[in-house]
């Protein structure tokens, strides 16, 4: 586990693309999955990790020299929210394997030392029951559900996952 550096933003965009692909593929528009979806992710990933906010953080988890997960969240995000989890992602072939959680764990870790008394919040769209159930089982709660626009155009129910604080993701993450 480290932190993502400009150097991979080409990894991280390929990972990240290659994973809609494979969840999002009746979410999100096959249009956009198969054409601009690569050409969206490596403007995102060049821009965020070119320029980062000061309350980004982007961590790569690694097998030898190649990404198998990634996190991006942002302190602070929504007043009313809390901190913001843009982003995880495990390759295909590393499902089940605890990169996941690990890389939630960091998530917390970063957002606890940082933002510790505000809550921690994702999006995730509605009919991916898996990764429900995953935050589920690492304490969140379902907040509530709304109608979002993917980067592709596309409509889809997506629902707020939240922890009211940032300890409850990491202990949830360690266990």
Known sequence: ???ATVTDAESIALLHVDSWRRTYR????????D???LDNRRRVWMERLTSPLAN???????????IVGFICGFGQHDLAWGSYIDNLHVASTHHRHGIGRTLMREGGKWFGL????VGVYLWVMEANT????????????????????DPGGGHAPNCRYVWPRPGILIEQAGA
């Open 1 to 3: 586990m480290r932190a």
């Open 26 to 33: 009746g979410m999100m528009t096959d249009d956009f999955l």
């Open 35 to 37: 054409g601009a979806a």
């Open 56 to 66: 980004q953080f982007v961590s790569v988890a690694e097998e030898g020299s190649t």
């Open 114 to 117: 940082r933002y510790a008394d």
């Open 130 to 149: 898996n990764a429900r159930a995953f935050y589920e089982r690492l304490g969140a709660a379902n907040a509530g559900t709304t109608e979002l626009t």
